[in-house]
């Protein structure tokens, strides 16, 4: 089931809203959203329910033996090993083995069968927020979760479920025994829910389809810069809609998620722009990857080199990804190289078109997971192919209001604006939500007889 989806809109989740606010007692919301997080699951994964059942109990109980304080080092170091060898054994049988027997065929000369199995919606995101809760249990950084269903509640919790953002428990522990929804929660939450509906169902469906017959045609100088540049548009919206939406949910039922996105576009460095995109990710892999020791001491180049070779593999079992991710901290390493002190020396618009530059060429090696469509691709964008193509420049004519208003939008406009309006006035807020109810209208339309409605990160 997806967010943007009029039965999860216009049934689902009204329906949990009504159990969950007609229920007395905080114990009797947690326990709906229990009830309705494992349906949420079931009805699409009716069979790795299972799994993310045994996940949630495997990590439980081993997290109790982490967080006794009267079990030796070694055995909370076992438990500790035991936790992480499964979470990762999983996330690699479920997610990577296709990916590895397939190139396990082309290195060596064997013909071993390739497993066709199905990879479980956000595996991903609920395994990694097992593996945060395991390392601040044996950094005792967190108390343990004594009871098993609260613990499934901080998993399974359908808002961040199959999408995340990654939410850490000590993030959220205090607010599974003691939070309240008051008016303003319930009305913020609800217009972030609506406006990433619409940057999801309105923007970045609408780029889906431009990037399409961009990519799908002639290979020219013009349709790899503006196909990718487009694209990089499209998985902002889309993914910052999701995380907008799931944060505005979390919102209405008391809890606070961390933000995942802070206007990337306008960062002036790779290393800026990676604390303003995924945040969620990429605080998980500093904290619990880039920090921890290897070979009895921590290896900066080593560790930078494993983390990004991570945040590419996570993103896909396909070497396109993986390539992008070593891109990506190549580029870090050398802004490391040079030094913040000298690149501050550097004007800040100078730095901004690089960092520009350098993220629409990443996201064109993150599109062409066919790495003969990644090599033309990375031909076309030095003109080798050709520089202009007619369809491209009328495709880019006939939606150059799209693209502009989505980066405008992919801006901080609207938090400025606001900064100069009275937020707090009658008629501010209803102005706001008659455009709320206006944006909600407009997205349930479009889905009515949507044919284009993909989430890309949802397959990650």
């Not at 299972?50 to 990590?59: A, D, G, I, K, P």
């Not at 990089?232 to 993914?239: E, G, N, P, S, V």
């Amino acid at each position: 089931m997806l967010f943007a989806d009029l039965f999860f809109l216009y049934f689902f989740l009204p329906l949990c809203l009504i159990a969950y606010f007609l229920s007395p007692k905080l114990n009797w919301r947690n326990g709906v959203l229990v009830v309705f997080s494992v349906l949420f699951y079931t009805f699409g994964e009716p069979v790795y329910i299972l799994l993310l059942l045994l996940s949630v109990t495997v990590n439980y109980a081993l997290a109790l033996v982490i967080g006794n304080t009267e079990a030796s080092p070694g055995k909370r170091k076992a438990a500790l090993a035991a936790a992480l060898i499964y979470d990762l054994v999983m996330l690699g049988v479920f997610k990577y083995s296709m990916f590895f027997v397939e190139n396990l065929n082309l290195i060596l000369p064997v013909d071993l069968p390739v497993p066709n199995i199905r990879l479980p919606i956000g595996i991903s995101f609920y395994t990694f927020q097992a593996i945060s809760y395991i390392m601040d249990c044996y950094w005792e950084t967190t108390e343990v979760q004594k009871k098993w269903w609260k613990f499934l509640l901080y998993i399974s919790m359908f808002p961040q479920l199959i999408a995340g953002p990654i939410v850490r428990y000590t993030d959220i522990a205090e607010e599974i025994d003691d939070r309240t929804t008051t008016v303003n929660d319930f009305y913020e939450g609800m217009m972030r829910v609506i406006i990433g509906l619409s940057k999801k169902v309105i923007v970045a469906n609408s780029l889906s389809t431009v990037v399409g017959e961009i990519f799908g045609g002639q290979t020219t100088m013009l349709s790899s810069w503006t196909g990718a540049a487009i694209y990089a548009l499209q998985i902002y919206f889309d993914f910052s809609g999701y995380s907008d939406m799931a944060i505005g949910m979390g919102r209405i039922f008391g809890f606070h998620f961390s933000e995942n996105f802070n206007y990337p576009f306008i960062s002036a460095s790779i290393s800026e722009y990676w604390q303003r995109w995924h945040i969620s990710l990429g605080s998980f892999f500093r904290d619990y990857l880039l920090m921890i020791p290897i070979f009895g001491r921590r290896r900066g180049y080593l560790n930078l080199f494993i983390v990004w070779f991570c945040t590419g593999l996570w993103h896909g079992a396909n070497w396109n990804f993986i390539l992008w991710g070593l891109y990506f901290g190549a580029l870090i390493l050398l802004e490391n190289l040079i030094g913040r002190k000298r690149l501050k020396k550097v004007p800040r618009a100078v730095m901004h078109i690089y960092t520009v530059l350098c993220v629409i060429i990443g996201y064109g090696i993150f599109y062409f997971e066919d790495l003969g469509g990644l090599g033309t691709f990375m031909k076309g964008l030095v003109g080798i192919g050709g520089i202009y193509d007619p369809i491209v420049f009328n495709t880019l004519v006939n939606n150059c209001f799209l693209v502009i208003a989505a980066l405008v939008l992919s801006l901080p406009v609207i938090p400025a604006l606001k900064k100069r309006l009275p937020t707090n006035s009658k008629a501010f807020i209803i102005a706001e939500s008659v455009c709320c109810l206006l944006l909600l209208f407009v997205s349930s339309t479009m889905l009515v007889n949507a044919t284009n409605n993909p989430f890309l990160y949802f397959r990650w």
